[in-house]
């Protein structure tokens, strides 16, 4: 696998930071967020670190996009929203601050919910 020995989401997956796993296959890994917009706020990343998504090859978005489905059905059955977002920024000035690619899964429970 390729690493960036200061990035965070590769000590995640070195297993040198905990996380609470919601998916994992041979190429991605699904945890939820350390600071939820909303409960059940998940990232799903690569197991290559790529900073964003002009680094990261199509294969590897192909075999991300394709567990994204199964992670984002397994979100809804576990905490029950009524809609969700996936997004991804790319980026300072578009909100990114970490800087190994990843998709965010944001339940949505409504008004109110403290997204959007
Ligand atoms: P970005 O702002 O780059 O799109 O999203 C980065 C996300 O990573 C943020 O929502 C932030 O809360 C989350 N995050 C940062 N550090 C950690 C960590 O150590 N563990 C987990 N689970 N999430 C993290
Ligand atoms: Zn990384």
Do not use: W
């Amino acid at each position: 696998m390729k690493h960036d020995e200061n990035c965070i989401f590769c000590k995640i997956l070195k297993g040198e930071i905990p996380s609470y796993k919601v998916y994992e296959d041979e190429n991605v890994l699904a945890f939820l967020d350390i600071s939820q917009v909303t409960k059940g706020h998940t990232l799903v990343i690569p197991k290559n670190h790529y900073k964003d998504i002009f680094a990261l090859p199509s294969e590897e978005a192909a075999k991300l996009f394709s567990a994204v489905p199964a992670i984002a059905s397994a979100v809804k059955e576990a905490f029950d929203p009524i809609g969700l977002n996936v997004l991804n920024n790319n980026g300072e000035p578009a909100g990114q601050s970490v800087f190994h690619y990843h998709v965010h899964i944001i339940p949505r429970y409504g008004r109110g919910d403290g997204f959007g």
